[in-house]
């Protein structure tokens, strides 16, 4: 499975983004999704995930503003970005496993995607 990234870009503090991921292959609709973001000399933070069946999960500092979802059909996960902060730039990374096996902190995805940058400005 090949993942492609888009959506990234510069926003002010208080914006909206909506991140896009396209995968090839025909395992997209039993593969976990998720996003993951490395901030500038930060180690990378696992952001959200969404199971194969469309459960979805989220670190702490990002709920009640971000959205992950997905549309099997077009093989492809979102991440709405709402509220955008400042602490929110970095490079997001969409990531996937297979097997119906959920995306997670501490599980190494079986794929990633190349990254889009997300810069919020104050």
Do not use: H
Request: net charge positive; glycine share 12%.
């Amino acid at each position: 499975v090949q993942l492609q990234a888009s959506g990234g870009g510069l926003v002010q503090a208080g914006g909206s983004l909506r991140l896009s991921c396209a995968a090839s292959g025909r395992t997209f609709s039993s593969s976990g999704m998720g996003w993951f973001r490395q901030a500038p000399e930060k180690e990378r933070e696992f952001v959200s995930g969404i199971t194969w069946n469309g459960d979805t999960y989220y670190i702490d500092s990002v709920k009640g503003r971000f959205t992950i979802s997905r549309d099997n059909p077009k093989n492809t996960v979102y991440l709405q970005m709402n509220s955008l902060k400042p602490e929110d730039t970095a490079v997001y990374y969409c990531a996937g496993r297979g097997r119906y096996r959920s995306v997670t902190s501490w599980d190494e995805p079986d794929y990633w995607g190349q990254g889009t940058l997300v810069t919020v400005s104050s």
